[in-house]
């Protein structure tokens, strides 16, 4: 489990730095392996990150001398492909030409992806990065079609620095706009917006009549969401890859073999995980929890 975060200013007003730098730290309940955020500055893309946990890293210099951006992406990472001891398998990734994403998740088939391709690191989220960076009329739409997994995903572009990209797929996207500042955030967790940006519910005669300034919203599952300079670009519902899959022999030493997985629920943690009712052993890739076809 990792989490994302960030927000987008469609005005001149900037969010609070102490709130979002609340925002931040709380998202560290979601990994404590490595920490960074990114974003773009005069068709400049700018990305910190490090091993460590993001209440280390808001407290370094290049923090503190930060003018927050227009728009800004966070990531907090709780390892599971790719140690974080090699930078390169932290969040934010990007490539060469600007492209930058954060992910919470889990990519099951980046070897799939990467088969024909050179890649850069270990992390099975690289394979959500490569896929976007090719050339396609409508790239998210290549996501949900060839990647296999769960996925929640922000990314920004210098091509087109105005423009924040949302991604769901199993996997929480919670938004706040604030009509008082004109800003949008985002977030894996909705309490963690609420206390950090100190959202309380209005009430009337014993009505709840909402949240001030504020308003929530939940991005469907299986939905982009693409925001510019005027707001809402597009919100569209994509068709996923089929979360089923058949594996060719490998060999011995390898996870899977000849059989059929499918991706199930799991009853210890809920995610999305692959389930092979052939394997001896099926083991949960986020708690760690041993699976049994009588538990499913």
Avoid at 19 to 25: E, N
Avoid at 269 to 287: G, H, M, Q, R
Wanted: proline share 3%; aromatic share 10%.
């Amino acid at each position: 489990m990792c989490g994302i975060a960030g927000y987008y200013s469609f005005g001149n007003k900037r969010p609070n730095k102490d709130q979002i730098g609340m925002i931040f730290k709380l998202l560290e309940s979601r990994g404590t392996d490595a920490s960074g955020y990114a974003y773009i500055n005069n068709q400049l893309l700018t990305v910190v990150k490090d091993a460590v946990k993001s209440s280390i890293l808001i407290e370094r210099k290049s923090w503190k001398e930060l003018i927050l951006p227009k728009c800004m992406i966070l990531h907090t990472r709780a390892k599971t492909q790719g140690e974080e001891t090699n930078n390169m398998n932290n969040h934010p990734l990007f490539t060469k030409d600007g492209l930058c994403i954060v992910h919470n998740g889990m990519v099951y088939n980046d070897n799939e992806i990467f088969r024909k391709s050179n890649r850069d690191a270990e992390v099975d989220s690289e394979a959500i990065l490569h896929v976007l960076s090719e050339k396609a009329d409508d790239p998210v739409k290549n996501v949900f079609s060839k990647i296999s997994g769960s996925f929640a995903v922000a990314t920004i572009s210098v091509n087109d620095p105005n423009k924040l990209i949302l991604i769901k797929k199993d996997n929480p996207v919670e938004l706040y706009y604030d009509t008082h500042t004109d800003i949008l955030y985002f977030c894996s967790e909705r309490g963690m917006m609420q206390q950090a940006l100190n959202i309380s519910k209005n009430v009337k005669r014993g009505f709840n009549v909402g949240e001030y300034n504020f308003h929530h919203y939940e991005m469907e599952n299986n939905h982009s969401l693409i925001i510019n300079e005027h707001g809402i670009e597009s919100y569209k519902q994509y068709t996923p890859r089929n979360n089923y899959a058949f594996y060719p022999m490998c060999d011995l030493d390898d996870d899977y073999y000849w059989g059929s997985t499918e991706y199930i629920e799991c009853p210890y943690c809920l995610s999305s995980i692959p389930f092979n009712e052939d394997k001896l052993i099926n083991v949960c890739d986020y708690c760690g929890n041993e699976i049994k076809l009588d538990d499913i």
